[in-house]
């Protein structure tokens, strides 16, 4: 059976683990001892009670096999190569360093959920980088959703057990076919399940706890990236059981795995290296692109690639975009460099060494820290108690039953994922209702309302160009483009009381992973006419509405409206 580590955390928490030792330590050779100091450094990790240097002090042991932090980071690290998030180095498999994927990852900042999926979808055995127990050709979590899709829908922890995560091998409608037959058998009862799992913990000499254990990554993958929820089902016996049904958005996976051409290791080392080197090109910008990055900076050298392995794509039957391969999680890493050929990351890093002189800072985030801002929220007595009653509603109810503002704030956007115009424009101004401000959007038809809606600050508007789902889900320079328009227009010709160093909003659906551009055309507007232009998007508002209908609280008046740059939580 595969056995995935189960760090204990939520995946958000997983990622900025990942995200806080990178910030720190890329561009060296690391060790786990570097990675424990990172995390703790960041306060995303404790040990006793204990957090900072005391945590690491109360942590270390002599035997580095009863060592809590270290063991619990040395989980993540193998999670994380899992990934393609870090790769050993080739004369220590303790060594690593942070990969381009990886810092891709952390360069989407708070929306790496696409791109997160697309890795999880990559995760496959054998690769040159990973060692397994067992003999497997399998790419699991693929392998997962199609299993899940051919047996009603659904799949149970203790399924995953003794189906997908046992099988030795995806490959071929045959082992699909044995899979669901083992699991549909099992269904009869939960004495037949049970039995099952029995067999499963004697064959590999595992406790049942302990394979249990193993699912809770998988699960809380399923869970986090929406792909599936927990329901219930029935046995043939007509007992109950709780179960794992793919969602709309799991169902759509599931049919995009079906109709991928799977590209293995073993298919790769038929290539030749100049075909190997621009196939991962190729694969690997296409992911970029599924995941909402903007590849058009890259796109001389994606179609210099793609006229290479224009025969391998013609023999595979596919033009590349529907190709499940990742290249930093099948490759070996002379491939791997090969393709995507960096400075040589031989430096061992030091404790010590500065933060500036080891931190590389994702695209788009160099210097341009100061466009990113963490809402300042104050008490506000009408904060919670405007907007609409069905919205207000409909947000509690979130609230309630996710027990979490970041996750009914991610739910309720997914909900509103293809709202068109006429839904999107009132929510986003309902939404500052129920921040307390006053806000309405432009009608139809109104020639002098250029602006899409506006939100009133102390008397003052502040126009708000508004993007969205069906209009595009990741918000584009063209959006800035328009909102310096609206301010433009609204300074120009009146129709609302306004002054210049007010800030001109920018609310979407999505902001795209790769802000470099948007950051620079913001900049760029503020230091030739020093307006200001604020984005916010979806998942951001709403978590602030939440925050006002339960904590009585709503962003500073002051922040808002001289918001410039991302409003982020």
């Not at 997983?14 to 001892?33: H, I, P």
């Not at 190729?282 to 690639?305: Q, T, Y």
């Not at 739910?411 to 939404?431: G, I, K, N, S």
């Not at 007010?502 to 992973?513: D, E, F, K, Q, T």
């Amino acid at each position: 059976m595969l056995r995935f580590p189960n760090p204990g955390s939520t995946i958000d928490n997983f990622v900025s683990v990942y995200s806080a030792a990178f910030e720190r330590l890329n561009g060296y050779t690391v060790n786990l001892d570097n990675i424990v100091s990172a995390v703790v450094a960041a306060n995303l990790a404790t040990s006793s009670g204990y957090m900072g240097e005391k945590a690491v002090a109360r942590s270390t042991r002599a035997d580095r096999s009863r060592d809590p932090l270290y063991n619990q980071l040395k989980m993540y690290a193998e999670l994380f190569r899992t990934l393609g998030w870090l790769h050993p180095i080739p004369q220590s498999a303790l060594n690593f360093t942070f990969t381009l994927l990886g810092k891709q990852v952390v360069a989407a900042g708070r929306d790496f959920w696409p791109l997160l999926e697309e890795c999880v979808l990559g995760i496959v055995y054998p690769t040159p980088i990973l060692t397994v127990r067992g003999d497997f050709d399998l790419r699991p979590f693929a392998f997962i959703l199609c299993v899940m899709a051919a047996c009603d829908g659904h799949l149970s922890r203790d399924e995953m057990i003794i189906g997908p995560l046992s099988a030795p091998s995806d490959r071929g409608q045959a082992n699909l076919d044995s899979v669901v037959a083992t699991i549909k058998a099992a269904r009869k009862s939960a004495a037949d399940t049970n039995s099952s799992v029995a067999a499963v913990s004697v064959a590999r000499n595992i406790q049942v706890n302990t394979l249990q254990n193993y699912t809770r990554w998988p699960i809380a993958l399923l869970r986090d990236l929406g792909w599936a929820t927990r329901r219930q089902a029935r046995f043939r016996d007509g007992r109950k059981y709780q179960t794992f049904y793919l969602t709309e958005k799991g169902q759509a996976l599931a049919d995009r795995v079906f109709a991928s051409v799977d590209l293995r290791v073993n298919d790769a080392a038929r290539l030749t290296p100049e075909e190997c080197k621009a196939l991962a090109v190729v694969a690997h910008f296409r992911m970029l692109e599924r995941s909402g990055f903007d590849i058009a900076p890259v796109g001389g050298r994606l179609a210099d690639a793609e006229a290479v392995v224009v025969p391998v794509l013609e023999r595979l039957g596919t033009d590349g975009r529907n190709l499940l391969f990742s290249p930093f999680q099948s490759l070996s890493l002379g491939e791997i460099a090969a393709a995507f050929p960096v400075h040589a990351q031989t430096e061992q890093f030091e404790e010590g060494a500065s933060r500036a002189a080891v931190a590389a800072a994702p695209d788009g985030r160099d210097d341009r820290s100061h466009l990113f801002v963490p809402p300042n929220m104050v008490a506000a007595e009408e904060a919670g108690s405007g907007g609409p009653d069905a919205l207000r509603v409909e947000l509690n109810g979130l609230l309630e039953a996710h027990g979490s503002i970041e996750v009914a704030a991610a739910v309720f956007a997914e909900y509103h994922a293809r709202d068109t115009q006429v839904a999107f424009y009132p929510l986003v101004t309902h939404l500052f209702q129920i921040l307390g401000y006053k806000s309405d959007y432009s009608r139809a038809g109104v020639n002098y309302q250029r602006w899409d809606a506006y939100v009133m600050v102390d008397g003052c508007a502040l126009p708000i160009e508004i993007k969205s789902p069906t209009e595009e889900i990741m918000l584009s320079t063209k959006a800035v483009r328009q909102a310096l328009e609206n301010k433009v227009i609204l300074l120009s010709r009146g129709g609302l009381e306004t002054r210049p160093e007010l800030a001109s909003l920018i609310v979407g659906y999505r902001l795209p992973n790769e802000r470099g551009e948007m950051s620079n055309l913001i900049d760029d507007v503020f230091k030739a006419f020093s307006l200001r232009l604020g984005v916010i998007d979806l998942t951001t508002l709403v978590h602030l509405a939440l925050r006002a209908m339960r904590d009585g609280v709503s962003i500073d008046d002051r922040q808002l409206s001289q918001l410039r740059g991302f409003l982020g939580v």
